[in-house]
């Protein structure tokens, strides 16, 4: 059984004429079934029918049992309308509503029932990051898509309507303004981030390739980001044993924080230069609000960042756009530690 195509009238970008805030509709996402009301898995192996129609599997034969898959999500924020791009992708800020076109996926992260990435056989959580570079890499070559992240939602308090264990990845047909403002920061931020980081004893794990650090303004006790230690703006053209090497990390880092924060849900989501070097769709969305010259700044690098919900959003952080933490970075990076 597969599934219908999301209607693609549903799935809309409207804007804020004040702020040029954009906001996704999608209605389908309020239609998420939650754990307690499924009568099976659908993420589970032998399940396989429940969802839609894999686009990635590990191993690919099928003959094979999977380790790990990429399906389209039933509840898409994004909806694909094919390799061009929608009327209405350079309306200003003002035009108010256009339709939501990009790609978005669900990256089912075990065969089996586990709840938590440190269940996960190791085989299944690299096999997972490795289908996350591939299906990148793919879609990096559509001319109609500008960006793409993978993000992932532990615990119901972190947005997680399922228990089993999976992410998302997501790709869409404009260059976020967070990503923008990342870009426009001049200079070399991220060799900076990781000198200081070393100078402050910040640093709380690391590989020959990555390193995790607790960054100099942390929105939540615990925040932790994960950095290449050599300039490469795109996930996807890392190399297989960084993307493995990748995955070992983040389990070392998720394990500390769980040991630091027994049972907290955290957020994380991979952050990485746009597809392509096309000016024109930077600011396909939200133009004016900062220029891209259409190529990452030298030394830019793909980056992953870990927030767990340990502090809630209040009026001051929603109202402001800033945050409150009650643990200063140096005193998580010792938590964090192993020494």
């Not at 597969?2 to 409207?14: E, T, V």
């Not at 954009?22 to 754990?35: D, G």
């Not at 690391?206 to 950095?227: G, H, K, M, N």
Request: proline share 10%.
């Amino acid at each position: 059984m597969h599934d219908p195509q999301p209607d693609a009238s549903s799935c809309r970008i409207h804007t804020d004429p004040l702020s040029g805030r954009a906001v996704f509709l999608a209605p389908a996402r309020a239609e998420r079934p939650r754990e307690e009301s499924l009568a099976a898995c659908p993420f589970c192996a032998g399940n396989e029918a429940l969802t839609p129609h894999e686009v990635l599997r590990s191993p690919a034969e099928c003959a094979l049992p999977w380790l790990a898959r990429i399906i389209p999500n039933r509840y898409p924020v994004v909806v694909d309308r094919g390799h061009r791009a929608p009327d209405g992708l350079s309306a200003g800020p003002t035009a108010g509503s256009r339709p939501a076109h990009g790609v978005h996926d669900v990256v089912v992260e075990s065969p089996r029932h586990d709840t938590s990435i440190l269940e996960i056989d190791p085989r299944s959580w690299r096999a997972s990051w490795a289908l996350v570079r591939e299906r990148l890499g793919h879609l990096a070559e559509r001319d109609d898509l500008a960006w793409g992240m993978v993000f992932k939602n532990s615990g119901p308090a972190a947005g997680a309507s399922l228990d089993h264990v999976h992410s998302q990845l997501v790709a869409l047909d404009f260059v976020p303004p967070v990503i923008l403002s990342k870009l426009a920061a001049g200079g070399d931020p991220f060799a900076a981030i990781l000198r200081e980081a070393e100078r402050e004893r910040r640093v709380v794990a690391s590989t020959a390739d990555l390193v995790a650090l607790v960054p100099l303004a942390p929105r939540q006790p615990l925040e932790t980001w994960i950095l290449p230690r050599q300039p490469n703006a795109w996930f996807h053209a890392a190399g297989p044993e960084v993307a493995a090497g990748l995955a070992d990390l983040l389990r070392v880092v998720v394990a500390r924080i769980e040991r630091a924060a027994p049972g907290a849900e955290f957020n994380w989501w991979l952050h990485q230069a746009p597809f392509s070097p096309r000016s024109d769709r930077a600011g396909a969305l939200l133009p004016g609000k900062h220029a891209w010259g259409g190529h990452p700044p030298a030394g830019w690098r793909w980056h992953l960042e870990i927030v767990p919900r340990i502090s809630p959003l209040a009026g001051f952080e929603l109202g402001i756009g800033c945050h409150i933490s009650v643990m200063s970075p140096e005193a998580s990076a010792r938590q964090l530690r192993d020494d």
